[in-house]
């Protein structure tokens, strides 16, 4: 499968992760819902790996995929806190923005320019993600009184933590995957759990739902099936993220993967029945017609 497939798989998967991980944080703690989604993948890997009956293939990713485990974590942490904040109307945009554009111009610096074509692709994706990441905030702001260089640098912040990990991602250089995304949940599992430690605010939402005792586990039930569907999903693209980014280079990769907000976006068109913006549309048309273009050589 070549690069172009695998990158958008890779859309795909987080797409259906984010916009179910939308769907669980409005009856769950967000926290909760990721971690749980973490450990369901953890265990969905395990037993791969027991089947397979085959030693782990890990050598000099090891280290690669604990530090990206890591930090993606403190990017999902960062990200949820910026939820909760309010006010994502622009900053959504911000940290969609730099999560992209970050892998892009590593890409470019390590690997040189890509073809005409191509260029204007990733410039038209840029413009897709900001405009469906615009719109789909946009019903989230809230006003807050906080300083100008403040607004803007936690999103700035928190983008440029994402990108730092596509790039990561990047470094994997195994073919077999399933080593390095075990060793990527490990990590994140560790650090999120640590999180719960340390910070008390993180683990009291949690805390209060499980003294609800018997309501809780009822209501809690469903959250397994988001919990899934998040976790094997978000497994699934981060597989075809590593395995795409061996056959193209990271510039063109970063890219198709960045545009999982119009998965996230048609999904709940279809499913939520969400009306779409008109910003929301061409944002879609401006994705096909990066796709288009970056398929060029």
Known sequence: MGGLALGLLAALGWGIGDFYGGRASRRWPPLLIILGSMIIATLALIAVLLIRGTALQLSDDLAWSLLTGAVASLALLGFYHLLARGNMSIRAPLTALMATSLPVLFGILTTGLPGTAQIFGIATALVAIVLIA????????????????????????????????????????????????????????????????????????????????????????????????????????????????????????????????????????????????????????????????????
Do not use: H
Not at 208 to 224: I, V, Y
Not at 241 to 261: D, E, F, H, K, N
Not at 266 to 277: G, T
């Open 134 to 297: 615009s719109s789909r905030m946009a019903d989230r702001e809230q006003s807050v009184s906080r300083s100008a260089l403040f607004y803007l640098l936690e999103p700035i912040l928190v983008g440029a933590i994402f990108g730092v990990c596509l790039i990561f991602l990047n470094q994997i250089r195994t073919t077999d995957v399933f080593g390095p995304l075990l060793m990527l949940r490990v990590a994140g599992i560790s650090t999120l759990a640590l999180a719960l430690l340390l910070r008390p605010a993180t683990r009291r939402p949690i805390l209060a739902l499980w003294q609800q005792k018997g309501a809780a586990r009822e209501t809690f039930a469903p959250g397994l099936k988001y919990m899934a569907l998040i976790g094997l999903s978000d497994l699934g693209a981060t597989g075809a993220y590593m395995l795409a980014s061996q056959v193209s280079t990271l510039t063109i990769i970063a890219v198709l993967g960045s545009l999982y907000p119009a998965v996230t976006v048609l999904l709940a068109r279809y499913l939520d029945r969400e009306s779409l913006q008109r910003s929301q549309l061409l944002g879609l048309v401006c994705c096909l017609l990066a796709i288009a273009l970056i398929s060029f050589k």
